[in-house]
């Protein structure tokens, strides 16, 4: 297998187009809604035409996105890419649904057989159902909205000791074993979040009016029920989601809390503040994996070179093509991401590294990610590769845990790989408790569209207290609690795309369990899945991995009794 990624090469779109007006687009959409099919050879032709121009225009559309965010600060990307929202792609939405009723009226659509055009096809039939005219000015709304989140957040900074830094460099104060400084930094960073604490409110109450709108134009009660249908959430509900949440509460928060409360007895503290859960105890240091963004590209090409070294080369060849940014800096916005593009295949990683743990397993997360890319690029359509976010997620988590034997590049003494394996396993169960906090607010959010601030705010903290671990002590920082939401970039960008961390968590778990026992084939079976994109259901794409699709309480609890017997083998290897 080869990482040396080919471009998908046009046969319809000149390869000099570059996507720039609507005028110049236009007349190959034209040839697609009007071109005559009588042949089943002409009708698979113009099946890759569709196919072709939704590449180019994906393509295109990320590429404008990815320099706003490196460069939140200039306006002429931020234009570039307001201008695709705002007069593109509101244009592009009524020939797309037009091209799926011809796709759909064919005579020759008995020809696609197999379950990959099965599972295109019911991809098809729900946005067509979902397609609303009234809806394109609305959409194209929300498409500039969701990056102002970006632009607003992409601006903090706070000043410690004498320097500025972006609130992701100012992260790494809270590692300190130093209370006072870690207090310090932690009240400035979120006075500094407090500053734009009615601007990011009166941007969701935006968000969610719209949002709402385009439910009630589609039919639906509420933007929770819509969503899920757009995400095509076809293997899961809602009711599946509650479930999984108490599943959490019931068996995740409670081990949660224990390692909190080991934590609390490392700092020899009486009562344990945010401030202190990323705290190393007295005269141990932070972890320092890497320096700065090209020593941890170096060092995680490394790493997934000795997994496989068809993984290190999908690296090298994202660095050849310059397809990295990874330093945090003023104007960035925040976050991290890994961005498909569709007609290059080698996708693009975008990240806030300042030097931590954290940002190791990031990078572990979002090469996963790229992976997945390299891996369906070859698939026929575009269609195919648009696999679902559930297993999009799991090769991404699977991927920071299998890496975690290859992590002594980065931790070349044994007591800070040790710290570096206990820490990734502590993060992999406490996400689980945000993980359904942010979802059960965004289901209250969504099906009570007309909520107040206040109201909004007196949710946000009742819901954080069902699922946050009790033994942390939110006493003279109940102002900080309160906003603590509008942290979570997903809330405003990506709405509903966060239970699918949860998911896949559990997935990722049951992977290295299975990667415990079986190296060799789980990685194939791993390559295999990913290589299937958008092919197979949900579940199919599990089970090609070796795992269930599976998130009940029973699944749960046998996953956390995995993990806890691996961190205590941890610990004994010291």
């Known amino acids: 297998m080869?990482?040396?990624?080919?471009?998908?090469?046009?046969?319809?779109?000149?390869?000099?187009?570059?996507?720039?007006?609507?005028?110049?687009?236009?007349?190959?959409?034209?040839?697609l809604k009007n071109r005559t099919i009588e042949t089943e050879s002409e009708f698979h032709r113009w099946l890759n035409d569709l196919s072709e121009i939704q590449a180019v225009i994906s393509e295109e559309a990320c590429w404008?996105?990815?320099?706003?965010?490196?460069?939140?600060?200039?306006?002429?990307?931020?234009?570039?890419?307001?201008?695709?929202?705002?007069?593109?792609?509101?244009?592009?939405?009524?020939?797309?649904?037009?091209?799926?009723?011809?796709?759909?009226?064919?005579?020759?659509?008995?020809?696609?057989?197999?379950?990959?055009?099965?599972i295109y096809l019911r991809g098809v039939r729900k946005d067509i159902e979902l397609f609303r005219e009234e809806n394109i000015p609305l959409q194209a709304d929300l498409s500039v909205l969701a990056q102002h989140y970006g632009v607003i957040t992409g601006k903090m900074s706070v000043?410690?000791?004498?320097?500025?830094?972006?609130?992701?460099?100012?992260?790494?104060?809270?590692?300190?074993?130093?209370?006072?400084?870690?207090?310090?930094?932690?009240h400035k960073v979120n006075e500094r979040r407090k500053q734009d604490e009615e601007t990011l409110n009166t941007l969701?109450?935006?968000?969610?009016?719209?949002?709402?709108?385009?439910?009630?134009?589609?039919?639906?009660d509420n933007y929770r029920d819509y969503k899920f249908k757009e995400l095509g959430r076809f293997d899961y509900g809602v009711d599946e989601c509650y479930q999984f949440h108490e599943a959490i509460k019931t068996?995740?928060?409670?081990?949660?809390?224990?390692?909190?409360?080991?934590?609390?007895?490392q700092l020899g503290l009486e009562v344990l503040k945010p401030y202190d859960v990323d705290a190393e105890p007295e005269g141990q240091q932070p972890l320092e994996p890497f320096k700065n963004g090209d020593e941890l590209l170096e060092k995680s090409t490394a790493v997934f070179s000795r997994l496989n070294p068809f993984f290190g080369n999908c690296l090298r060849t994202m660095q050849r093509m310059n397809h990295f940014d990874l330093d945090s800096r003023k104007g960035k916005a925040p976050g991290g991401y890994n961005c498909p593009l569709a007609e290059t295949g080698a996708p693009f990683i975008f990240m806030?590294?300042?030097?931590?743990?954290?940002?190791?397993?990031t990078m572990m997360h979002e090469g996963g990610h790229a992976l997945h890319s390299f891996l369906s690029h070859e698939l026929a359509l575009s269609a195919y590769k648009e696999y679902p976010m559930e297993m999009a997620e799991l090769a991404s988590m699977s991927m920071e845990l299998f890496s975690m034997e290859e992590w002594h590049t980065f931790y070349p003494n044994a007591e800070e790989l040790k710290r570096a394996k206990m820490e990734e396993l502590e993060r992999a169960l406490s996400i689980f408790p945000w993980i359904a906090t942010i979802d059960k607010f965004q289901h209250w959010m969504y099906t009570h569209p007309n909520h107040s601030n206040q109201e909004r705010t007196n949710a946000w903290l009742a819901i954080h207290a069902e699922f946050a671990p009790k033994n942390i002590s939110w006493e003279g920082l109940e102002d900080y609690r309160a906003?603590?939401?509008?942290?979570?970039?997903?809330?405003?960008?990506?709405?509903?795309?966060?239970?699918?961390?949860?998911?896949?968590?559990?997935?990722?778990?049951?992977?290295?369990?299975?990667?415990?026992?079986?190296?060799?084939?789980?990685?194939?079976?791993?390559?295999?899945a990913l290589s299937k994109g958008n092919t197979l259901s949900l579940p199919e794409l599990y089970q090609t991995a070796?795992?269930?699709?599976?998130?009940?309480?029973?699944?749960?609890?046998?996953l956390l009794d995995f993990v806890q017997s691996k961190m205590k083998e941890i610990l004994q290897d010291a």
């Open 251 to 265: 068996f995740i928060t409670p081990v949660v809390e224990e390692l909190y409360e080991h934590k609390r007895k």
């Open 352 to 361: 806030n590294a300042a030097g931590t743990a954290d940002d190791v397993v």
């Open 64 to 118: 404008k996105q990815i320099k706003m965010t490196c460069d939140t600060e200039n306006k002429q990307l931020e234009e570039d890419f307001n201008h695709f929202c705002l007069h593109i792609e509101p244009r592009i939405k009524p020939y797309a649904d037009a091209l799926n009723k011809k796709l759909l009226a064919s005579p020759f659509i008995a020809s696609l057989q197999g379950k990959e055009n099965e």
């Open 2 to 31: 080869t990482a040396d990624i080919q471009k998908t090469p046009r046969q319809f779109i000149p390869e000099q187009f570059k996507l720039e007006q609507w005028e110049e687009l236009q007349p190959f959409f034209e040839d």
């Open 483 to 528: 906003i603590l939401w509008q942290k979570q970039l997903h809330l405003f960008e990506v709405p509903f795309y966060y239970i699918e961390y949860g998911i896949a968590q559990l997935g990722a778990l049951a992977m290295w369990k299975q990667y415990a026992n079986d190296k060799e084939g789980t990685l194939d079976r791993y390559m295999l």
């Open 159 to 186: 000043e410690v000791q004498g320097k500025e830094y972006t609130l992701q460099q100012a992260a790494k104060f809270l590692m300190q074993s130093n209370r006072s400084l870690r207090e310090e930094v932690y």
């Open 546 to 558: 070796g795992i269930a699709f599976n998130f009940s309480s029973d699944y749960v609890k046998q």
């Open 204 to 220: 969701m109450n935006d968000l969610l009016q719209k949002r709402h709108q385009v439910a009630l134009h589609a039919g639906f």
